[in-house]
């Protein structure tokens, strides 16, 4: 009965990490981010992102209302430029539990175990924010986490990438 409790916990903890997206950022210390109050997407960069034109639009329209919750306003002659990029990465895990007793150090005959196997997809979601003046990169955001392929939470998996890693913007910079 205690194994299974263990199996069952272990589940539990497995898929709440699942859940989580590590989000980095990096900037460049020189530049003062206050003057910025406008944006467009990069078209000629997103367009060269290999996912599908649906996860696209999931993923502009997230910036758009993360942008707009800070109060940054779409413009056609806009401050920053918004680039994204993707990576995605086949993730194999394999575990192997103990549910037998055995003596101390060494064989017995009691001793048993199973192993399991799962997968998973991490993705990488980057958010570049470029000076639309300068053309240079001036923030660069990064969301490490799981995927998933049901519909019905891509949009939730991919607002929560989003706002993870938009969080981080503008950065807070230490004097």
Known sequence: MKTKHLILLFFIFLLASCSSVRVYSDYDKNVDFSPYKTYAF???????????????????????????????????????????????????????FNNGWGWGWGWSPFWGGNTMVSTSIEGILIIDLIDAKKKELIWQGEGVGNLTKDANKKDENIKNFVSKILVLYPPIVKK
Do not use: C, H, W
């Open 42 to 96: 990069y078209k000629t960069g997103i367009d060269k992102v290999e996912i599908s034109d649906l996860d696209k639009k999931r993923i502009l329209r997230s910036i758009d209302e993360e942008m707009t919750a800070k109060g940054f306003t779409k413009s056609e002659t806009p401050d920053l430029l918004i680039n994204i990029n993707t990576k995605a990465e086949k993730n194999v895990d394999v575990n192997q």
